[in-house]
Every structure is written in C-alpha cells, then in structure tokens.
C-alpha cells in the first residue's frame, strides 16, 4: 500500500441492486446501527469512453456529501490502491450469482422501488 491518502471499495445493497462504489473516507457513525462514507470517488472524466453504469451512479450520487449506509447493508469493504469503475448490478440471484439477499424478519415484506 503506499503512503497516499487510502481507498475504499464499498460494496452494498439498496432497493434489490448492489452499489459498488469508491470513497476517500468511511466511519460508524454517530447514528447507531449506521456506517458514514464521503468523499466518494469517481473515475476521470478525460477519457473518450463514458462508461454509462459509471455515468448512472455518478448521477444517483451529484450532490451527496455524505452518505449512511445500514450496517446491515453492506456486503463488503475493502483498501486499495487506486479506484475501479463504480457500478450499479442486480441483486436478483441467477445462475452464476454470488450475492442473495439478507433475509428478512418472518412477516416483513421487502420494500420495491415501486410505491403502490
């Protein structure tokens, strides 16, 4: 790892997607039950191809200083040396997926993104 400032690959799940994206700085927060992440980074802008995944949580995130994630929600975080490409995915299992769901309390049902 080297001396400059560090890194953070946040993996998450908000609204039956995983987030995956980059930021300077993460915390506990003060709110219990909640994890702080600022800072977020993005990758540079002056490359000829736009990556529209990026472009989508680029948008989803404009504006945002800080965000707080439920401890629940996040799948992952991890250092590293330089930034990816943030990405938003499905988190629909299929073949080949990797990722299900957190199960929820017996009668809870899940939130959709559509609103009756």
């Known amino acids: 790892m080297s001396e400059s400032e560090p890194i953070y690959k946040v993996i998450f799940l908000n609204q039956n997607k995983v987030y995956e994206l980059y930021a300077k700085a993460i915390y506990q927060s003060e709110m219990y039950g909640f994890i702080e992440v600022e800072d977020f980074v993005f990758g540079e802008r002056s490359q000829m191809i736009v990556d529209p995944a990026e472009e989508k949580l680029k948008t989803e995130f404009s504006g945002v200083s800080r965000s707080y994630l439920p401890m629940h929600s996040v799948i992952?975080?991890?250092?590293?040396?330089?930034?990816?490409?943030?990405?938003?995915?499905?988190?629909?299992?299929?073949?080949?997926?990797?990722?299900?769901?957190?199960?929820?309390?017996?009668?809870?049902?899940?939130i959709s993104g559509d609103i009756d």
């Open 76 to 110: 992952r975080i991890d250092e590293v040396e330089k930034e990816g490409t943030g990405k938003i995915v499905d988190a629909v299992g299929g073949a080949g997926s990797n990722v299900t769901a957190f199960p929820l309390p017996s009668g809870a049902r899940p």
